[in-house]
Each structure stands twice: as structure tokens, then as C-alpha cells.
């Protein structure tokens, strides 16, 4: 167990829908990363928050946002759902403000699997 | 721009037989290089990592080696058991700023056969 917690474990919904993606990231961790992996796909980077604040955007598609809360859980937000963004969703966090830095590593959560239908 | 490239897509092995994986960076600023181990349908473990300063990393069966100059590093793991079957992931930090992600490569299909 990595210490970082996502809900729900699987989601499955329908086009045009929106969902909201859960992530507590380890204790003591300060920074949240979101990933997207699809079928037969690398892990495609989303977004980083780090203590509240957002630090770093990747692919992110529009109809994605997300927030980390002062409590430093973090959430995504899904909207206007296409059949594309069926997908493993994974949350990590680390320590500080971003790995590179000394001794920082990521710790991954056991991901959401978002299915549109 | 920021890019991780891994080969292969894909690796069989015999049992008792090395691996090798291999990645390329572009982002001559990362400093920062750690490979996952993803068995199907569960999370990225981190296995090994390796920091710029440093050009080799071991861990019993499994070490790490990196050539800054030549921006690649490459995983390589001895006497593989059939457990070790996974997908492997390389990655590189790209740090700008306050701030540091990871990059990933596409993934390496690890199958040791029996």
C-alpha cells in the first residue's frame, strides 16, 4: 500500500456526463499529480498542485479541472464525458514541490477506471 | 520539448535469462530517474531510481545505469523470474521552476517465460 487513496476503484458512466475523481495523497505529502493512462498507453501527465496552489499542467483537456482543497485531498473533474476519456486515472503525490528535488519520489494510488458508455 | 522514448515496446525472456531496457530523454535538465513496475490492472511501483550525480545504481537482481552526456539510462534485470512479467515504465524529471514532474516512457511488456 503506497498510502495514497483514490475513489471510487471504478466508475462507469455515460457520454455527455460528469464525474469527480478523489485522491488523498500520503501523509505528509504536500504535492498531487494526475495521470491518465489509456488502453495500451504510457502514463500521460495531467496536473500538479502543490499545497493548494497548481504548479504544473500537462495534456489536459479543457473539460478536465481539478482542485486540491486546504485538507490537501485533491479532485478531478470530468465533464461533457466522450468515449476517448474512458481511461485508468491515477493520483500521485510526493513531498514537496516536485520531484528532482532532493530526495523526492512519487508515490502512486491504485487508480479510478473510468468507463463511458 | 519534453519526451521520453522507450524500447522495446515489448520483451521475451526464458527464465534465468537478463533484460535490458532502454530510455531516452530530451530535457537535458532532468536530473531525476526512476523506473515502475505495473502488473495488469494495478498501480505503478516504484522499483529503483537513479539521481544525476550518480552513473550506476544496483539493487540485487535489478540495476540502473545512466549516461547524462548521451541523455540515456536503461534498466536491466538479471536471473528474471516469472513474477518479474509486468510492464515496466522508464521516467525523467523535468523540473522548471518551483515545481517538478514526471515524464513517462510508453512501456516495456516484460514476459519471462518458464
Known amino acids: 500500500d503506497s498510502g495514497v487513496t483514490q475513489t471510487p476503484k471504478h466508475l462507469i458512466t455515460a457520454t455527455g456526463q460528469r464525474v469527480t475523481l478523489r485522491c488523498s495523497p500520503r501523509?505528509?505529502?504536500?504535492?498531487v499529480y494526475w495521470y491518465q493512462q489509456s488502453l495500451d498507453q504510457g502514463l500521460q501527465f495531467l496536473i500538479q498542485?502543490?499545497?493548494?496552489?497548481?504548479?504544473a499542467k500537462g495534456n489536459i483537456l479543457e473539460r478536465f479541472s481539478a482542485q486540491q482543497f486546504p485538507d490537501l485531498h485533491s479532485e478531478l473533474n470530468l465533464s461533457s464525458l466522450e468515449l476517448g476519456d474512458s481511461a485508468l486515472y491515477f493520483c500521485?503525490?510526493?513531498?514537496?514541490?516536485?520531484?528532482?528535488?532532493?530526495?523526492?519520489?512519487?508515490?502512486f494510488g491504485s487508480g479510478t477506471q473510468l468507463s463511458v458508455l | 520539448g519534453e519526451n521520453v522514448e522507450q524500447h522495446p515496446s515489448t520483451l521475451s525472456v526464458q527464465e534465468g535469462d537478463s533484460a535490458v531496457i532502454k530510455c531516452t530523454y530530451s530535457?537535458?535538465?532532468?536530473?531525476?530517474f526512476p523506473w515502475y513496475k505495473q502488473e495488469l490492472g494495478k498501480r505503478p511501483q516504484l522499483i529503483i531510481d537513479i539521481r544525476s550525480n550518480v552513473g550506476e545504481k544496483k539493487d540485487q537482481r535489478i540495476a540502473v545505469t545512466l549516461n547524462k552526456t548521451a541523455k540515456h539510462f536503461s534498466l536491466h534485470i538479471t536471473e528474471t523470474q516469472p513474477e518479474d512479467s509486468a510492464v515496466y515504465f522508464c521516467?525523467?524529471?523535468?523540473?522548471?521552476?518551483?515545481?517538478?514532474?514526471?515524464?513517462f516512457g510508453q512501456g516495456t511488456t516484460l514476459q519471462v517465460k518458464p
Open positions: 530535457d537535458s535538465a532532468s536530473n531525476y
Open positions: 500521485a503525490s510526493s513531498v514537496g514541490q516536485g520531484v528532482g528535488a532532493t530526495n523526492e519520489k512519487l508515490f
Open positions: 501523509s505528509g505529502d504536500l504535492s
Open positions: 521516467a525523467a524529471s523535468i523540473v522548471g521552476g518551483n515545481t517538478g514532474k514526471l515524464i
Open positions: 498542485y502543490y499545497n493548494g496552489e497548481e504548479r
